[in-house]
């Protein structure tokens, strides 16, 4: 029996790595399963552990307020030296572009541990776009025994530099895994479904708006540090001219807790009461509510990674507020439009999706390229072809 452990911090690895927890564990006879969580991201890292049922190992609890990129590094780095030590794993299964991932990574390179790398291969090749993802990313890669790409197109950018092809796995993305298990649980349970709609409302947004008025909903999301100061001022106040140019349409906002995201939203709409009826400020939502509201959407804005693959799967048109994607499969199946920061841009597109019926079931039914939901399946089978 071998011993692998998944190591993550964030809420979207932990979302994304959740589904391959529970694929390994069902291979007991196979593998000894460990997870080890850092608390890069805290109390939505222990939101999702929650929902996926899913009991650390270890817990190396780094978050501490005002530290910066150089303090979680090192704290992951110097946690899973103790961690290793340990647990003495054969492998670390380390995920996407986070400060955990590429620390992570390192530190099982230094214990002399292959590491494989879930998501690999995504490339914008501009290293500070999106900062500091993209170099995370290619240091991660350049670390990792093995690879799973969830796309060909990821698979091709390891080959170009240098990655066995022995090494490489397409396998979708796991995301995808995670999305089908909680849209199935929300369909089949009307009681969960309920108890989302009572905490959105709670969070300040009633969806029986929708069912009752017939109303469309734009969901946005932002927390990208690129875009901090003008770049979200610029969609803030493209935020503003639709909601007012659209008063039939309903724009909802969770805000991320960074001040960075908040402060340009009080300089743009005031205080609580000053914003257009049809704009609300909600707080951010765990999982499984926001699951339940990006089902609801019309349109998704967004300068996330996940949510470009998510929302397809939903059937809905993403616009990313970035100038670059690591993920141009989904541009290329016209799943997803990048509009930047441009505020011009931003309030062209949104408008031409809520005019023209055309134009939104052109992306509305484009094909996700981001799988069939079975990755995890593909990785756990891949793994006991490296330890038979």
Known sequence: MKNIMLVFGTRPEAIKMA???????????????????????????????HIFDIRPDFDLDIM???????????RVLLGMRRVLAEA????????????????????????????AHVEAGLRTHDIYSPWPEEMNRQLTGRIATW???????????????????????????TVIDAL?????????????AGA???????????????????????????????????GFLNICNALRDLALRYPQVDFVYPLHLNPNVRRPVHEVFGGPGRQPGNVFFIEPLEYLSFVFLMERAHIVLTDSGGIQEEAPGLGKPVLVMRDTTERPEALEAGTVRLVGTDYGKITAETARLLDEPQAYAQMAHATNPYGDGHACRRIVEFMKKMFP
Do not use: W
């Open 19 to 49: 589904p391959l927890v529970s694929a390994f564990r069902s291979h007991a006879d196979t593998f000894r399963t460990q997870v080890c969580v850092t608390g890069q991201h805290r109390e939505m890292l222990d939101q999702v552990l």
């Open 64 to 74: 501490k307020q005002g530290q910066d990129l150089y303090d979680v590094t090192s």
């Open 88 to 115: 003495r794993p054969d492998a670390v299964l380390v995920h996407g572009d986070t400060t955990t991932s590429t620390a992570a990574a390192l530190a099982a390179f230094y214990a002399r541990t292959p590491v």
């Open 147 to 173: 690879h799973f790409a969830p796309t060909p197109l990821s698979r091709a950018n390891l080959m170009a530099e240098g990655v066995a092809g022995e090494n490489i796995a397409v396998t979708g993305n």
């Open 180 to 192: 089908r298990s909680v849209t199935e649980r929300i369909g089949s349970d009307r009681e969960l």
């Open 196 to 230: 989302l709609a009572a905490e959105l409302h709670a969070a300040g947004y009633d969806t029986a708006r929708l069912d009752a008025t017939g109303r469309r909903l734009v969901l946005v999301t932002g927390h990208r540090r690129e875009n901090f100061g003008e």
